[in-house]
């Protein structure tokens, strides 16, 4: 429902879905690295730092906004 790509290698492909998930993976071998539970319900935004260790996502649940600041990687 979302994408964000790691904007310093374009190696790696962040993908928030319809069940709250983030997922890491990697582009070259459409391998899924891990997947990190953010929210309880879809992921409508992604967005990550320069480096790709800060991953933001953002949600709606019941009209309410929820946003979530996460570290990702090592």
Known sequence: TCVAFTPFDAQ???AGNENGDLKVVQISTGQLETTYQCHETR???????????LVVTCSNRNS????????VGE
């Open 12 to 14: 790696s492909l962040y």
């Open 43 to 53: 992921l409508d935004k992604v967005y990550c730092n320069k480096d790709g260790s």
């Open 64 to 71: 309410v906004a929820l946003s979530g600041v996460w570290s």
